[in-house]
């Protein structure tokens, strides 16, 4: 069983940074992943990393102003935010992602376990 932590969240100005931190306990993952879902819209995809070689996914949208980062002595990911955008306001989950797992890392259903979220809110 995996347990995840997020924490970071907060109100920011557009334009302005945040970082957000998943701690990971339990049993070990293949990956890891950022989703957010704002209101009245689905959850979507932001950006994942492997453990082991750190190889990196992000979602379009985020591309060039969002890093995730990895740290695995401490079983933590970082998401860091930057040039933000009122669009980039929504509810923030951190996602695990078990091995034997098949399928798109962009995809929610590969992810086995999730964290309770933490609200970014990016005021214009």
């Known amino acids: 069983q995996v347990q995840l932590l997020e924490s970071g969240g907060g109100l920011v100005q557009a334009g302005g940074s945040l970082r957000l931190s998943c701690a990971a306990s339990g049993s070990s993952t293949y990956a890891m992943g950022w989703f957010r879902q704002a209101p009245g819209k689905e959850r979507e995809f932001v950006a994942a990393?492997?453990?082991?070689?750190?190889?990196?996914y992000y979602a379009d949208s985020v591309k060039g102003r969002f890093a995730i980062s990895r740290d695995n002595a401490k079983n933590a990911v970082y998401l860091q935010m930057n040039s933000l955008k009122p669009e980039d306001t929504a509810v923030y989950f951190c996602?695990?992602?078990?091995?034997?797992?098949?399928?798109?890392?962009?995809?929610?259903?590969?992810?086995?376990?999730w964290g309770q979220g933490t609200q970014v809110t990016v005021s214009s």
């Open positions: 990393i492997t453990w082991s070689d750190g190889s990196t």
């Open positions: 996602a695990a992602r078990h091995f034997g797992t098949s399928g798109s890392a962009y995809l929610g259903a590969t992810y086995n376990s």
